[in-house]
C-alpha cells in the first residue's frame, strides 16, 4: 500500500511541476553560480557578450526578470546553502567574527545545507568552486565547517573568497589544500571538475540521483582572462560605458525584460561620460578581460551540459544559474602609479611548485613576476590584479542604480535561469516569469522536486524553518505561494519588498518608496506621497530584523573604527 501511495505522489508530482509524461520523481540538481556579475551581463538578459550555452538554457528554459539575491558574495552563499537568511545562518556581513550570531563569519549549526537535506533524501552530493561560509581557511585549522563537513560527498574548489585565477589561495580538493597544476585557470577547472562528477557519478552511482553546486568566481575581480578569449572583444568597447549602457537597454526592451515604461537611470555621477574618461585604453582592456571572464564561463557550462547529455543524465537534470549579487563598483588595484613588468626574473625568486598560496593577493607568479596594480597595468595576465571599476559596473547592472553591497535594484537583480527537459512545461519554454523571488527560495525549491523532507532537528540540534517558497510551479507557468515579504540588509543598506512596494535606504539616509512595477529603476520616490505605505512597511522589516538576528551597522561598525575597516 506505501509502494502505491509512493508511485501515485511521483506521478502527481510529474503532472504538477511540469506537464511532462515520462520522468523519475527525483531529479539531478545543478545549481550553478557566477560571482560579481551584473543582471545585464549574459546575452539572453541583454549583453553583447557571447554566452551561447546559457542563452540556450534559457531558450529551452525559464527565464526569471525579478530573482534577487542578497548584495554580498558570502551572504549570498550563506542563503542560497541554507534557505535561510545570511544572518539567520551566522554571516550577516563577511568572514570575520564581529561577536554577534548573525555575525559570527561562520556557517550556523543551526541550519542545514541543501546537500545535508539532499543526501537524507538519497542524493549523492558534489561541489565545484568557491565556497567563503567560513573563517577556518587555514589547511591546518578546524574544517567543520568545510564542504566535505557540510553535506558534500566530493569538493574542488577554495575555501576562501577571492583570489588570482591562475594562483588561487587555498584551493582544495575534498579535505587537502593542493598547488595548481600548470598552465592551470580556475574558471575552466571548476566547469572540468563540474563535468568530471557528472561522468564519474554516472559510472559509479547511476542508479542514484545527484545535487551538484558550481560556484564559479568568475567575473570577480581580479580581471584575469586567457588571451584566446580576451581576443574575441578585441574593439568591443571602444565606444565606451555610455554606449554600452543605452545598447543594453534597448535590447533588454527588445526581449520583454524590462517593461518598455521602465526608463534607464542617469550615468552615476562618480563616472565621468565617456568622452572625458582618462586612461581610455586601460579602460577598455578591462572591459575586453571581463567579458572574455565571462564567455569561459559559458564555455565552461557548455561542457558541463555536454558531460549530461554525454551521460543521458540532461533529460531529468534541473539547472538553475544564478549571480551572487550586482556588478561590482570596487577600486581593486586601480589606484596609484603604473608598475611597468620586469624585463627578466633572474633576481626574482619563482615559488616552489608544490608551495600552496596564502595570499588574496600574490606577491608574485609561479614564475616569479612581481604582482602589479596601478593605473594603466594591462589586465589580464598573471602578473596583474585590478577591478574593472564603477563606470563599467554601472553598464553592467543596465538599467538599474548602485552596486554590489547596496540592496537598491543594481546591487541585488539577478538573472535566474531554469532549465528541466522533463520538467518545464512545453508552454513555459524560452519564457520569462515576472513574480519576484529570492535566493532563500532555492532550498525549498530543491526540497519540493526532489521529494525531500527539510529536517526539524539536524545533528541534536534543532533547525530554523525554511524561509523561502518552491519555486517549481514558475516552470507550469503558475504563481508562487508567497505570503511573507522579501527582506534585505547589508552594512546598514536596507530593503523590504512587498508586493509592488519596495521600501529601501542607503545606510543613515532616509527610507525611499518605489512601486517596483512602474518603476523598476527606482527613480521616483514615492515616501513623501505615501507616509501610511512607509510606516507599514518599516514595521514589517523591524519585526524581521529583530526576529532574524540583525544588528545595527552602527553597533557593529562604531565611528572610530571605520578607518580601520
Known sequence: MIRILLTLWGIAGILVIGGATERPDKPNIII????DMGFSDIGCYGSEIQTPNLDSLARNGVRFTQFYNTARCCPTRATLL???????AGIGHMMNDRGYDGYRGELS???????????AAGYRTYMSGKWHVTKHVDPEGPKYNWPRQRGFDRFFGTIHGAGSFYDPNSLTRDNTQIPPDEDFYYTAAISDHAAGFVRDHKKGHGDEPFFMYVAYTSPHWPMHALEKDIAKYKGRYDEGWDVLRQERFERMKKLGLIADHVKLSPRDTQSPAWKDAKNKEWE??????????????DQGIGRIVESLEETGQLDNTLILFVADNGGCAEGMGRRGEFVPRPTQTSALKPMDPKALQTDMIPKVTR???PVRQGVGVMAGPADTYLGYGLSWANA???????YKHWVHEGGISSPLIAHWPAGVAAKQKNSLYRQPAHLIDLMSTCVDVAGAKYPKTFRGRRIQPMEGVSLAPSLSGKSLEREAPIFWE?????AIRDGDWKLVSKYRQPWELYNIRKDRSELNNLAKQH?????????RWNEWASSSQVVLWEVLNPPRNRKKK
Open 109 to 119: 549549526g543551526d541550519c542545514v545545507t541543501i546537500a545535508e537535506v539532499m543526501k
Open 82 to 88: 541554507t534557505g535561510l537568511y545570511a544572518h539567520q
Open 531 to 539: 507616509p501610511d505605505v512607509v510606516a507599514r512597511l518599516e514595521k
Open 396 to 402: 553592467s547592472n543596465t538599467p538599474f542604480r548602485q
Open 367 to 369: 614564475d616569479g613576476y
Open 490 to 494: 547589508h552594512e546598514g543598506n536596507r
Open 284 to 297: 577598455i582592456r578591462l572591459m575586453e578581460v571581463y567579458a572574455a571572464m565571462i564567455d569561459n564561463m
Open 32 to 35: 550553478m553560480m557566477a560571482d
